[in-house]
């Protein structure tokens, strides 16, 4: 009932004590009669249920944040019966908008008529969209009843935003080769050794010292096959980690970074292993090209924030990383143990990268962050540091320089 409807009701039931007490009849069945309008609209909407169903188009069904969707709903009520105006509201969850309310005023019969809106995505994840309730009144506006559609939910996926980069950095396999690009001895073959310059902190056994005498320069082994081109990404979810998560935070560019570097791999036809702190989140297989994409989006759109307290957890796949032709990290601020592990991980790949913020641009200074870096770079890592506002795409330029 509306405030209308049971301030009637009220005024209703008080007059009509109040006639009985002085004994007026024809003021009694007059506000007898206001008493009964609210009942009987009640009555109506029992009887003038609308029965609402509808179908809701997502386009796109999955878009970067940032980006606008559309919903386009096909209503349809089935009621013969209804003729004031239906009020409905589509629920969707705060990121994505948080839904619609509009207005179908139809007269008596069946009717199906088509509404759109607007969607803006402001977080990455699924969300889902829905239901469409529909609130249905009489024509005096004295009741009111909610009613909720039989159709179904729809799910909307934002993904991180994928940029275009150009190239890779030297000895990953694609771009100009760099000084760590790994050289091929003997004849193509299962038996091939690579050799690359000895970095501090290479196990003295691995050193080839034929090549290391020839070169005059200490070199070390590799023993993954030159053309199987493999990359291990670890991106850094932890939420400890980040100082701002926020859609324009540390933690979705690091997200955002570690798509566009996937993709890049996946269209020179990589081998691709993404890890996290809280473990694998994506390998591609043998898949290859636009279905690998798909399944890599999808992974890192579900991609939340870790409680793990350091990046050793996200190494310990041996068999990821001793292969892998190139490790990338998109971290967050580092500690002496992250860079250890780090460290200890990408002891056999041909290229390491590590993208990391600006502690201090991020407005958390760190003499530790600071300290790791340092660290990586005198084991070989290429650290470049990214600020807010800054896009991967001028990082990733600095980087294959």
Same mark, same amino acid.
């Given at each position: ?11 209703g039931l008080a007059g ?215 990359s291990t990404l670890i ?36 081998? $691709?292993?993404?890890? %996290? @702190? *809280?473990?694998?989140?994506?390998? =591609?297989?043998?898949?290859?090209? +636009?279905? &690998? ?6 992974? $890192?759109?579900?991609? %939340? @924030? *870790?409680?793990?307290?350091?990046? =050793?957890?996200?190494?310990?796949? +041996?068999? &990821? ?81």
């Amino acid at each position: 009932m509306t405030g209308r409807g049971l301030a009637l009701l009220i005024v209703g039931l008080a007059g009509s004590a109040g006639a009985a007490f002085i004994g007026e009849l024809d003021l009694l069945w007059l506000m007898l009669l206001l008493a009964a309008l609210p009942l009987l609209a009640l009555t109506y909407l029992l009887v003038a249920r609308p029965r609402i169903d509808h179908e809701r188009t997502l386009e796109p069904p999955m878009m970067p944040i940032g980006e606008t969707a559309r919903a386009v709903l096909r209503v349809l009520n089935n009621s013969p019966a209804q003729s004031s105006a239906l009020r409905f509201s589509d629920a969707a969850e705060a990121p994505v908008g948080g839904g619609a309310s509009f207005v179908i005023a139809r007269g008596f019969g069946r009717w199906h008529q088509a509404v759109g809106y607007s969607m803006e995505a402001t977080s990455r994840g699924r969300f889902t969209v829905g239901p469409l309730t529909a609130q249905a009144t009489d024509p005096f506006g004295l009741a009111a009843r909610t009613v909720t559609s039989s159709g179904e939910n729809s799910v909307l996926r934002v993904t991180p935003h994928v940029w275009r980069l150009n190239g890779l950095p030297g000895g990953a396999g694609l771009g100009a080769a760099g000084d760590a690009t790994p050289q091929r001895i003997g004849q193509a073959g299962t038996d091939d050794v690579l050799v690359r310059e000895h970095r501090h902190g290479d196990d003295m056994r691995r050193v080839h010292w034929k090549m290391s005498a020839k070169r005059d320069d200490l070199m070390v082994r590799l023993e993954e096959h030159p053309w199987d081109p493999s990359s291990t990404l670890i991106v850094d979810t932890r939420r400890s980690a980040h100082p701002d998560h926020s859609p324009r935070g540390s933690l979705e560019w690091a997200v955002s970074a570690v798509a566009s570097v996937g993709q890049t791999l996946l269209n020179g036809r990589f081998r $691709l292993s993404i890890v %996290a @702190p *809280s473990g694998v989140v994506f390998e =591609s297989g043998h898949s290859v090209g +636009p279905v &690998a994409q798909q399944r890599m989006l999808e992974a $890192l759109t579900d991609l %939340a @924030p *870790s409680d793990q307290t350091g990046l =050793s957890s996200a190494v310990t796949d +041996p068999e &990821a990383l001793t292969t892998s032709a190139s490790i990338i990290a998109a971290t967050g601020l580092l500690g002496a143990a992250d860079a250890a592990a780090l460290s200890a991980a990408g002891s056999r790949a041909r290229s390491l990268v590590a993208l990391v913020p600006d502690a201090e641009a991020w407005g958390a200074p760190s003499k530790d962050h600071q300290d790791a870096c340092r660290l990586l770079r005198s084991r070989g890592w290429r650290v470049e540091t990214f600020s807010p506002g800054e896009s991967v795409p001028s990082v990733w330029e600095r980087v294959v320089r």
